[in-house]
């Protein structure tokens, strides 16, 4: 049991805050398009945009929320965060429209985008001597909540009433609302000490703007499991459908298992680099495996998919792993949440544009455009050595802060 929970304290009310929440979120990811389709009567086609139009427009969110959250104590700012999330979602009982829809779904992603940015100072303090290991035992934790909820949304979707959905969105709301209420058991902690220099400087940091895009491109990563193996599976292959069900179990599985391992040796920015290298490899691989699965029989065509997902989840890991170490080590610690708010905004970007990229590449072009998608991956995962050297340089001293009693001032939210 201690390997499965950290030991009593804040660690544990993170993990315990995270938890909760990732249950709602799997609700919703399991549920939510279906929600607006089928009980809101919102067009497929209008869900798609007013998802696309929200995931823009919440972009540059992160960053400012987590400036803020550097500033003003990042306890308050992120459980304020969950709060604006939690109503935005209740809201989605009132969305009977494309704009109303647009509303409230773009303040629910900002607020999503917002509490991601200011999740991070938290970690950082209390990660221990390792934040980052911290950070891969939640995504750990992420994929158990997820699943819980993906299993209590199956319920909603088969009984299909509009009260059976309205008992999903609020319940959706309900989690996100208890996250914040767990998150202020832990003890406010003073914000670093303001430091000389831009305020914006990890808008000005280009080496670290450069890893952000190369993360945004290795994100693209997530789309393939979610968008682009249904729809080839579906269009392209013999294998039975429910293999669908059974590739996101599998990695879901992995992912629980492996997270913390495989993040257990990436300890340097150098160590990131090489999971990086590493995780394009395997993306190529995989890539390769679910491209030769047309055109041949059912169980072939089953073997290769899902020795496809071992090899993709395998690298996912890899890339994750890398992600967590490089966002932190290379972020000033005064600064913290603004430049996990910069970083984001490759994983916004992969989330925007990865299913129309996936959907042109994979599905239109076929066969082909898989190795085109895995020759990608495995071109950014061979910069990010040469990037990651290059922000390790641009580096600089530790900053003097602007006042010596700015670091004794406490986090009153």
């Given at each position: 049991m201690a390997y499965l929970l950290p030991d009593p304290g804040p660690q544990r009310t993170l993990a315990a805050s995270n938890f909760v929440?990732?249950?709602?979120?799997?609700?919703?990811?399991?549920?939510?398009?279906?929600?607006?389709?089928?009980?809101?009567?919102?067009?497929?086609?209008?869900?798609?945009?007013g998802l696309g139009i929200a995931g823009l427009l919440s972009l540059g969110v992160g960053i400012a929320v987590g400036h803020l959250a550097d500033r003003l104590g990042a306890r308050g700012v992120y459980a304020t965060a969950l709060v604006v999330q939690a109503l935005?979602?209740?809201?989605?009982?009132?969305?009977?429209?494309?704009?109303?829809?647009?509303?409230?779904?773009?303040?629910?992603?900002?607020?999503?985008g917002a509490g991601n940015a200011a999740r991070g100072p938290l970690i950082r303090y209390?990660?221990?001597?390792?934040?980052?290991?911290?950070?891969?035992?939640?995504?750990?934790?992420?994929?158990?909540?997820?699943?819980?909820?993906a299993v209590l949304a199956g319920w909603t979707v088969q009984v299909g009433t509009h009260s059976a959905y309205q008992v999903l969105v609020l319940g959706n709301a309900l989690a996100f609302a208890a996250s914040a209420a767990v998150l202020l058991l832990l003890p406010p902690f003073a914000p670093e000490p303001a430091a000389s220099g831009p305020?914006?400087?990890a808008l000005r940091d280009r080496p670290y703007l450069a890893?952000?895009?190369?993360?945004?491109?290795?994100?693209?990563?997530?789309?393939?499991?979610?968008?682009?193996?249904?729809?080839?599976?579906?269009?392209a292959t013999a294998a039975p459908h429910w293999l669908i069900s059974g590739t996101m179990l599998l990695n879901t599985v992995i992912v629980i298992a492996f997270q913390v391992r495989?993040?257990?040796?990436?300890?340097?920015?150098?160590?990131?680099?090489?999971?990086?290298?590493?995780?394009?490899?395997?993306?190529?691989?995989?890539?390769?495996?679910?491209?030769?699965?047309?055109?041949?029989?059912?169980?072939?065509?089953?073997?290769?998919?899902?020795?496809?997902?071992?090899?993709?989840?395998?690298?996912?890991?890899?890339?994750?792993?890398?992600?967590?170490?490089?966002?932190?080590?290379?972020?000033?610690?005064h600064a913290t949440g603004q430049y996990?708010?910069?970083?984001?905004?490759?994983?916004?970007?992969?989330?925007?544009?990865?299913?129309?990229?996936?959907?042109?590449?994979?599905?239109?072009?076929?066969?082909?455009?898989?190795?085109?998608?895995?020759?990608?991956?495995?071109?950014?995962?061979?910069?990010?050595?040469?990037?990651?050297r290059w922000a390790q340089r641009h580096q600089p001293p530790a900053p003097q802060p602007l006042a010596k009693t700015a670091g004794k001032r406490s986090a009153t939210i």
């Open positions: 929440y990732t249950v709602g979120s799997g609700l919703y990811l399991t549920a939510g398009v279906l929600y607006f389709t089928h009980d809101r009567h919102v067009p497929a086609a209008q869900v798609g945009l935005a979602t209740a809201g989605f009982v009132l969305a009977d429209g494309f704009w109303p829809f647009v509303l409230a779904v773009s303040v629910a992603t900002g607020a999503k209390h990660g221990g001597d390792r934040p980052q290991a911290f950070r891969a035992y939640l995504r750990a934790v992420t994929n158990i909540g997820i699943s819980l909820g305020r914006w400087a890893l952000t895009f190369l993360d945004g491109v290795m994100a693209i990563q997530f789309k393939v499991l979610t968008v682009a193996i249904p729809l080839w599976l579906v269009a495989a993040s257990r040796n990436v300890d340097t920015p150098a160590g990131g680099a090489l999971a990086y290298r590493r995780s394009g490899v395997a993306f190529l691989l995989s890539c390769a495996l679910i491209s030769l699965s047309a055109g041949i029989p059912a169980w072939a065509a089953a073997t290769l998919l899902l020795a496809a997902v071992v090899v993709h989840t395998i690298g996912e890991l890899w890339h994750a792993a890398a992600g967590f170490e490089v966002s932190f080590a290379l972020a000033p610690k996990l708010g910069v970083f984001g905004l490759g994983t916004g970007l992969a989330e925007a544009a990865g299913p129309t990229l996936l959907i042109a590449l994979c599905i239109s072009w076929g066969r082909p455009g898989w190795y085109v998608v895995g020759a990608l991956f495995a071109l950014a995962g061979l910069a990010a050595p040469l990037v990651v």
